[in-house]
């Protein structure tokens, strides 16, 4: 089991900043995928940014040039530095922990609100 915590959410103007945090704790092994995703109020839960345990990163079209998603493994927490918010932005933030190898799991943290007013 991998619990995971997320912190960092909260209301900021747009053009403003967050930073979200993800610290992971129990059984992490193998090789896996860290990310955030989010969902807004009547839509689906979509992949924001993630990033591999050996650093590799991926991001949506939508956020590319805005956010930043990094890794401390010696401390099993993932950040998520949001720059120049817009109202868009605005939803529920989840972090994941995906494990691939050796066996396939997945693990969600219960999820951060960000508001972003225009």
């Known amino acids: 089991q991998v619990h995971l915590v997320e912190s960092g959410g909260g209301l900021v103007q747009a053009g403003g900043s967050l930073r979200l945090s993800c610290a992971a704790s129990?059984?992490?092994?193998?090789?896996?995928?860290m990310g955030w995703y989010r969902q807004a109020p009547g839509k689906q839960r979509e992949l924001v940014a993630d990033i591999t345990n050996r650093g590799a990163t991926n991001y949506a079209d939508s956020v590319k040039g805005r956010f930043t998603i990094s890794g401390d493994n010696a401390k099993n927490t993932v950040y998520l530095q949001m720059n120049s918010l817009k109202a868009e932005d605005t939803a529920v933030y989840y972090c994941?922990?995906?494990?691939?190898?050796?066996?396939?799991?997945?693990?969600w943290g219960q999820g951060t609100q960000v508001t972003v007013s225009s």
């Open positions: 129990g059984r992490i092994f193998g090789v896996y995928v």
């Open positions: 994941s922990h995906s494990r691939t190898w050796p066996s396939k799991e997945d693990f």
